[in-house]
């Protein structure tokens, strides 16, 4: 049992479970962040923000979410080094055979995700925990206004870019992990490996066109 | 045909190697590759130089002691099969082509392009064996075994042990060679009888010896001269957690 914290097959396992609670994760995110543009009243979003700042299953669950974040980065990251570590020297001319386009580029996709999510934490988590945002009173109970806070910025080009940038390249991690922790969990079949596949692009386009639809709708509204 | 080889030349495992180019002329395209290499070897020769060091047997596709990476791809470029089955006419008149040993820090370099894999016998020496008597022919018929696994357990015995999947792999892993290995004992009555020490122990070798961690890219599949197939590593992945549950 222990050999699973410390083996190859059994660090592999913990981060794809990991690894598949955050694409779960995503796609509850993706379906808050969509209330801001299909309610007009930006209150509907500022409601939603209030219970996930204050609902105690939201906390529990919150502390999970990290501890996902957490166990898929630093393992991904033991990973990565030991993999880099066992190919000390390099090919003259590498990588020409026909392989999964985006597994090569992992660890690139992964942190340039991980800057947007430190961008996004300081900016956006910090803030409803501890409270800097605008105020709006509503029926005599005060919200914080993110609503209004995120239509500001979303009115501003460079963010709407960075933005769906993030996400574009979160895509990429994505069309290779999902599909990549059916295998690493053990699953693979020639006719559901297939379409697997099929479903990791499909996933990977709701994810970066759910999320980048926000920023493009509010800009151009 | 005229070609320039770029080949990597290194004395000794501590020594820093480097490549050095040559030019081979009217080199037949009916030639195999290794031909083309024992050709300029003899040219060196007559000259007084060191002849290039590689690994080579059977030269039929059987052994799996061959092994180069030539123009970014082990064995070649063509596939399913290894370097001693590569023909030049795979090239054409006037190319380059760079020869390069398989890198990885489990496979350290003895000389040139020859590449010492004795981390794939300490892994085999870890578990890829069964220790009950199975008898002889006549008693093969009196185990049954379905046929689907038996076509199976074949397909993952076609490993020669060449050590391409390796090569490939931009992690060095050998996922697909033990995950061959496994799958191959494992899907059988014989083998299964010892599979969950097997796996245990394989893996942690394999861990041992310095090998990278899967990321099914699928460079090993790709490149692998005995068509073993991804599938035998989700069946490793299965039979560490059956082993570890
Ligand atoms: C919401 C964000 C993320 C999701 C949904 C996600 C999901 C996944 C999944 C499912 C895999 C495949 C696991 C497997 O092959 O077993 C994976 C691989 C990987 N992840 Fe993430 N990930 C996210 C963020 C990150 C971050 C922030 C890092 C930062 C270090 C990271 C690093 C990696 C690396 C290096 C791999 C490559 C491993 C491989 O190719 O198998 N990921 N990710
Ligand atoms: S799995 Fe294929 S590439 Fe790897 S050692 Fe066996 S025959 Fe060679
Ligand atoms: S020399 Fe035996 S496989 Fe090539």
Redesign the interface.
Known sequence: MSSIFTSSLGKKLLMSLAGIFLIIFLLVHMGINLLIVIFDDPMVYNKAAHIMSTNILIKIFEIILFGGFLLHMIYALILQIQNWVARPNRYNKANYSNTSFFSKFMIHTALITLVFLVIHMMDFYLKAKFGHAAEVIVDGKAYHDFASEIIDKFKMLPFVIFYIAAFVFLGFHLVHGFQSAFKTLGMDHKKYTPVVQFLAIIYSTIIVGGFSFIPVYIYFL | MNLKL?I?RQKDPNTRGK?VNYRLRDISADSSFLEMLDVLNEELISKGEEPVVYDHDCREGICGACGL?I????HGPDSLITVCQLHMRKFKDGDTI?I?PW????FPIIRDLMVNRNAFDALIQEGGYVSVNTGSAPDANAILVKKEHADLSMDAAACIGCGACVA?C????AMLFVGAKISQLALLPQGKIESNRRV?DM??K??EL??????????CE??CPKGIT??N??????E??KA??
Do not use: H, Q
């Open positions: 770029k990597w490549f990476y123009n970014g791809r082990p760079v390069e890198r990885a820090r489990a490939a931009k992690n060095a892993s245990m893996v942690a394999m861990d310095g090998f990278g961690n899967c990321t099914n890219t699928g460079a790709a490149e991804l599938t590593i989700a069946r490793l992945n299965r560490y957690y570890t549950f």
